[in-house]
């Protein structure tokens, strides 16, 4: 098996590791590692924004962003965090501004901002409706102007850790299907969500959970996986993101009445409540039958924004529209249903993004420190990733200062080796069909509306098909560009995410942002004020619970 | 329930001694695409296919593939119900590392070489605000910004299919990306991208039409390239110089070496009895008038056989393509002014179609003219039109007893007459009336003959490379003839094959002009 040794691996090139990577490069040997090629990573397809409180279109400040992203979070968020990234992500925009993004801007010159679920006030910074394209291009241009080392389309399978303290990484190189054992002194992992667990998502076929699911089998604590964003408007059928822009320039949900619905369950924010709020509506609507000719999904009107404000502030809304749904959303209403969205959840890490393994951080979607607690805000997992992108970055420099190479886990790499092998040789299971049941299984009984049978049986299911998943095969036998065993690979990680989800789920006997149990339809601070922390140890998974750390807002009853 | 072939292209480079396709069927449903049905087969038919793909909403840029030989994302392109075959090959220009997989590096490398980030003279301070920029400036930079780098248009690349010096469009977008951004400080970007082959593009739009994502990558950002490059006085290069003093001598690119067909004929040209069905005012274009005169006088002849009445202006000029291709376009003036009064004239007199014969005429009065009218206040009281177009669209043409010609034959189908915005089925639906014609299709149809956008005159070998290309794919497709109707084109191969047979190889190639062939057919 090769080797190969850096001071700082960083798994990912979205924009969390792609930044992370940009700060612990400045001085150190750091490479990145990613199965896809870094412009191909899923932050591209971000349309709406990203949030700072820059006050150019109203008097905000970074406690007001806060205080929105607290109660956005139905005070799950752990605030400490929440004012770190409060308080950081305006430099970070204007340094991501320095290095040559084109945001949109305000006839005077400044950043224009626009509305979004959640914000008090327009604090939404953007690039027309590509706003993620946008960022990652522009972190993409720095990599290739600092030079930094990115093995791209090495897939990242295991975490070798000893004594809890982080040793390497084993990946293999799709191009040839060799496997390699990465050492470094330190690794950050920024993977990303893990979306495809459920079979109605936002997200790319890349977004499987990988780092979740390494770190949480490396002994690493995972945290509030129950936490699942679903969004309110994607596209029937392919459940392409529209984004949440479209409400935030104007655009409104209609039912099959004809009924701006939202007046009733949102009084003032109406289409502009936080997600889980305005998502549940639409499913009260559609289970009440007023989906549109009684289907699943509800109408997206943009027709009064007119076309020009359309292909001005909306164009990739108004092209996804009409390429991937045959609609001219001048014209005519976009049909819109729910999906899988957002992981709040993810691997636990103090607020310098260090993991409870030595040497191991993790930052993006797949971290939980915790900025969005029970409900993320739009427009702020883009700056999470670039606040804490760059966090993971310097702490990493600061923890390897005193840190020499590590030695080599042979045994424990051999046996990552054979697990790998062992696909090639194993029974009939179908990794397609057995990815299809999970994902159907956890929107049926992990999705927006959950309880505790639903959640119960979830859970076995998962449980079923993991034991049956030891029994799928890879029947490609060819190692060059294996998509197959990078498949079967990845239904391995979604099998972990998806029962740490359902786990979290059973777990929680309330209703809290984006968790709603019906058996237990209220928040209840006097008892799950607490983060679900989840830790595999002597061979299961171990369950603790961690308060919340309040430290700004006193929580309180979440209207809008 | 419907079913739809796929005809893939499949190499395992462990086992395969060459790629071979393979052919797969997929039941039709509701708003399939390409990405759906690769899935499909993935899943319930054979597992060991492989194609890249992420978000399947056409942003990431993973599953760019070659759909009927056209570079595109597969997650884009919808397959409609009466599709019966789809034929899919990984993009051109890269090595294949499996199946639909290929290595892009060569496309990253490109795209490397011209600083692909922000260049900024550290003089300022990063401050705790952004940087004040007006939206206006930030406009041009923001248009081109939104290519996903999937390597589409790098595999569609005529240029790059002869030239792999060549940057290729993308890295030309990203050039102008940057070189328009008030922030940018590398005052250098421009003539690298001379150097790195801004002129070696015959703007035949090929690239264009390959995006996804819409890039005017020809007009937006090659010619305006060109057009900066001008203006820095990086170009036009020497060549283009030679070019653009001929036409300024003589009013046309090539030389009055025999008598003008505008001489030859009378003004007005009526030679049938009774009413005119239409009367045209006809722009011939320098070449046809100075060097093919028999097409010039095929059209008339197809036009008295139609009942149109022929108006033949002798004191039109230049339509000014060159100067537009190569960037001069602050010499367009006299052009449009000369050639627009004239026109408006006739307008006057109730003379309101300008039919144009050569493509490169019709495409520059059609998308460049407008404009500038407008920048000089010069009204367009009339309508410009192509012959061909003419033909199909304007008029009940005459095919009543059109003489047989046994011929197989491809239609060559001129870049410029696909700017024009005209579909190449009105041509090949034109040719086919002619009756013995058998018309041979190469499935894509951008091939470039080399002669557009000013590379004969700068990079002639280039241009004669492209040449010989078309016309050998049109020999691998077993047809020994092309037919065209753009002047450029057909100068372009006879060129070829004129220094081919001088050197005595033997190409047993003919090069047949559309309008020669239509009138002939009408001699009885
Ligand atoms: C459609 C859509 C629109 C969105 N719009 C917005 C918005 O407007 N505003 C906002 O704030 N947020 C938005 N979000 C959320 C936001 O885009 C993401 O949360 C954020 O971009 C995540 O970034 P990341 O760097 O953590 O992960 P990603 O961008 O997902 O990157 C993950 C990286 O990890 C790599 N990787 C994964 N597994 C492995 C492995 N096993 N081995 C090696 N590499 C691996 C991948 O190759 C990739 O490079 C949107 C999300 C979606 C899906
Ligand atoms: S116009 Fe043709 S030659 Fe020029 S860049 Fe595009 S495809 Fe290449
Ligand atoms: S210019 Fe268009 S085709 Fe070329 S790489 Fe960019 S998006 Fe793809
Ligand atoms: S899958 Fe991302 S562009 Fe097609």
Redesign the pocket.
Known sequence: MEIITHDIIIIGAGLAGQMAALAASQSSDTAIVSKVHPIRSHSGAAQGGINASFGNVSDDDWEKHAFDTAKGSDYLADQDAVEILCKNITSRIVEIDHFGAIFDRMPDGRLAQRPFGGGSFPRTCYAGDATGHEMLNTLYEQLIKNNVRVYEEWLTTSLMVENNEYKGVLAINLKTGETAYFRSKAVIVATGGCGRVFERTTNSHQSTGDGISMAYRAGAQVCDMEFVQFHPTTLVGTNILISEAARGEGGFLMNSENKRFMESYAPSAKELAPRDIVVRSIQTEIEKGRGISGGEFVWLDLTSLGSEKLMEKLPQVYKLAKDFANVDAAQDCIPVQSAQHYTMGGIRTNNNCESSIKGLLACGECACVSVHGANRLGGNSLAETLVFGKIAGERALEYIRKKGTPGIQREAAEKEEERINHLFRSGDESVPELRKELQNIMWERAGIFRNESDSREALKAVKTLKKRYSNAGVKDSCRIFNTDLMQAIELGFLLDNAELIAQGALLRRESRGSHFRTDFPQRDDKNWLTHTIIAFKDGKPQVTFEPVRITLFKPEARKY | MTEIKLIIFRYDPSKDEKPHYETYTVPWRQRLTVLDALNYIKENIDSSISFRQGCRSAIC?SC?VRIEKR?CLACKTTIGEETREITIDPLNHYKVIRDLVVDLEP?YERMKQIQPYLVRNNTIAMTTKEMLIKPEDLAEAKNLR?????????SDCNTLDVDNTFCG??AL?KTLRFASDPRDNNEGRLAQAVELGLYKCPVDQE?EF????E?N?RRGAIERLRYLAVQKELAPLPEHKKLINSVLDSGGIVPVKAKPATEMFPEYIKEFDGEPQAEVLLYLGCIINRRKQNVAAAIINIFQNNRIAVHLPGKVTCCGSPFMRIGQRDSMRPFVEKNFSIFNDYAARGITDVVTSCSGCNSTFRHDFPKLAKEFDIPMNFRIFDVGEYMYEKIALNVKGLKKTNIRAMYHYPCHIRASGLAEDIYIDLIQRIPGVELVKVPKSGYCCGGGGGVRAAFPELADRLAVRRIEIAKESGVDTLITNCPFCVLSFERVLGMKEERGEKMGFRIIDFYEMFSEAYSI
């Open positions: 840029g760019a570079g496309f939104d290519c996903i780098l999937c390597g589409s248009c790098f469009p993308a977008v690239c390959a995006c996804p994502k890039i990558i």
